[in-house]
């Protein structure tokens, strides 16, 4: 029975002392019980959705302590203190999330940072294994650079793709790239069958779950795309921090290709 309740207590719950006793926040049938037995009780804090607004998340913390008689008879009253703690929460939530926002802001510049300093090798070998870094690092389970023309998707370099090979051609519109080139900017899917692409050719014929591609430029002119796939949906949603990721990688990728275009005119014009 409910003997007495604060006005905080009506607010929070939209219970009337009355109506109050009759529902069981927090399990505290259970934890009265054992306040009843001499013990004081930690309610650990939980969700609890608001009475008022059920779409709305409350974190609660509770306490429940028994009222020991002077006289030393038998407990036969608890007081029970809830504390609404969702801003702390709520800051908390925030806050872990932009310490992972910040801790993959890193990994992505360390990544990119060793794909710069890989050894000034043959360009084919420098892409390949930035290819290799950058799966790996977004956990994807292949990646590959095309180079389009004309409608048609020819895959120059790939990374731990067994179904495709450097040179392999295919129409554009059958693969997800197509996405990228029509806008010019990343596309990133983490679940496609979830996705407004769960239609795309691709989807249909290889099952691929999820995908995440950036255009490569040239000398002002789009050459191609790199890209990164897997059957499986990823982890995580893609981020700003993903994207920016890919951005800088083409932006890479595109300086390679450039310099290595420069060097073969360079060759031709020598011979």
Known sequence: R????NPAWTRLWGAAPAAAASVDHLGLKTRISEALGGNSVEIP???????TDPSEKRWIRGYVYPIRPQ??????E????????SDRMRAEAALAERTERLRRQHD??????EIAALPGAAPESRLELALDLARRHLGMASGIISHVDRGRYIIEHHACDD????????DLADAYCALVVGTNDVVAVPHMARSPHADHPCYRTRGLESYIGAPIFVRGSLRGTVSFSSPQ???????????EFMRLLARWIGAVQEGDAILRDLAQSNA
């Open 78 to 85: 608890v007081v029970v203190v809830h504390e609404d703690i």
């Open 233 to 243: 949906p990823s982890r995580r949603d893609f981020d700003d921090g993903d994207r």
């Open 45 to 51: 804090a939980l969700p609890i959705p608001s009475a």
């Open 108 to 113: 992505n510049l360390r990544v990119l940072g």
């Open 2 to 5: 409910t003997a007495m309740a």
């Open 71 to 76: 006289d030393g008879s038998l407990i036969h």
């Open 163 to 170: 179904a495709s090979r450097a040179g392999e051609i295919f």
